[in-house]
């Protein structure tokens, strides 16, 4: 079965840095596009940026362009997101997701910006 474990989240001041892993397992990680998604207190759970399985494709959303980079290594089967220039309407709960896992979703890792 899919599973999928986030990590990296923390607490860090405006303007720093953090990078979050996915761990993937469960099936044939490289032949699946993986997105990161984020939930903010008191909102929806939102699209923050997809890639395709071979690294050809990278979306993000317009809130995060510039700052955040999606990334992969279909060897380790894990997928990254690298959060420069944070904000503090950066803090969220972080999850990765695959079209694979359908309505499931894991525990996401918890990122706090302070100012």
């Known amino acids: 079965q899919v599973q999928l474990v986030e990590s990296g989240g923390g607490l860090v001041q405006s303007g720093g840095s953090l990078r979050l892993s996915c761990a993937a397992s469960g099936f044939t990680f490289r032949w699946y596009a993986m997105s990161w998604y984020r939930q903010a207190p008191g909102t929806e759970r939102a699209l923050v940026a997809s890639i395709t399985g071979g690294g050809e494709s990278i979306t993000y959303a317009a809130s995060v362009k510039g700052r955040f980079t999606i990334s992969r290594d279909n060897d380790k089967n894990q997928v990254y997101l690298q959060m420069n220039s944070l904000k503090p309407e950066d803090t969220a709960v972080y999850y990765c997701?695959?079209?694979?896992?359908?309505?499931?979703w894991g525990r996401g890792t918890q990122v706090t910006v302070s100012s």
């Open positions: 997701k695959t079209p694979f896992s359908g309505g499931s």
